[in-house]
């Protein structure tokens, strides 16, 4: 996939050098220049096609926290993109341990097949295990700054537990910065943060977001 990008960056840049000297229109070109600045390009993508979460992880390919660790045992930023099948979406994925994103990454739920069901939810939902015994589900690091998670839901079954403590972060971005979290649903119990960002962490861009209590999305959550 990286060689195709470059193949298409080079094609577009070939084809913008004939169209200058066959053409004295500058749209064409102006179109060409605006896809070239908007290609993404990934040094690995990352599928995942399991929906479980063991823990420990060894030996279990393609889940999420299989995914991310990829990512983070690889240089420059990586694409991780969902492909679960023989299951209706949203698709659960059950978290049983906290996530720590320590490397350059995009999460884009918007990749998971339909599997021909409808939803009106993001495909895939991230919901936190009760029995976590962490104070938080994902943590962005510094490591992991310039990250992405687009269209996803995040489920948060925890309930307050004294040994660890009174409150429940679903997203920590802690001394991390130019992160994006776009289109995604956070939902939660009592106690719970829905994001948290500490003091060290600048330039990050939360949009687009619904977050709110109602697990069916009957009553839409509130939009940020």
Not at 105 to 131: H, K, L, W, Y
Not at 162 to 171: A, E, K
Not at 174 to 194: K, L, P, Q, W
């Amino acid at each position: 996939m990286r060689t195709g990008v470059r193949q298409l960056k080079h094609l577009i840049i070939n084809t913008m050098k004939i169209t200058k000297h066959i053409s004295k229109s500058k749209s064409l070109t102006a179109l060409l220049l605006f896809l070239l600045m908007n290609i993404k390009c990934f040094s690995a993508t990352f599928t995942v096609t399991e929906a479980s979460d063991p823990i420990p992880n060894t030996n279990n390919l393609h889940t999420l926290r299989w995914a991310i660790d990829q990512a983070s045992n690889s240089s420059g930023t990586d694409q991780i993109k969902f492909h679960i099948t023989g299951v209706a979406v949203p698709v659960i994925i059950q978290l049983n341990d906290v996530i720590i994103i320590n490397s350059s990454v995009e999460i884009d739920g918007s990749t998971q097949p339909t599997n021909g069901f409808v939803t009106n939810q993001p495909r895939i939902t991230v919901q936190c295990n009760p029995a976590i015994t962490s104070s938080e589900a994902i943590r962005i690091v510094a490591n992991g700054s310039n990250s992405s998670l687009r269209e996803l839901c995040f489920f948060s079954l925890w309930t307050p537990i004294s040994y660890v403590s009174s409150y429940f972060d679903i997203l920590r971005i802690e001394s991390s910065s130019n992160n994006i979290i776009r289109n995604c649903v956070f939902e939660g119990r009592v106690n719970t943060n829905f994001i948290l960002v500490n003091n060290n962490s600048d330039r990050n861009i939360i949009a687009g977001n619904y977050f709110g209590f109602d697990r069916s999305l009957v009553a839409p959550p509130n939009k940020v």
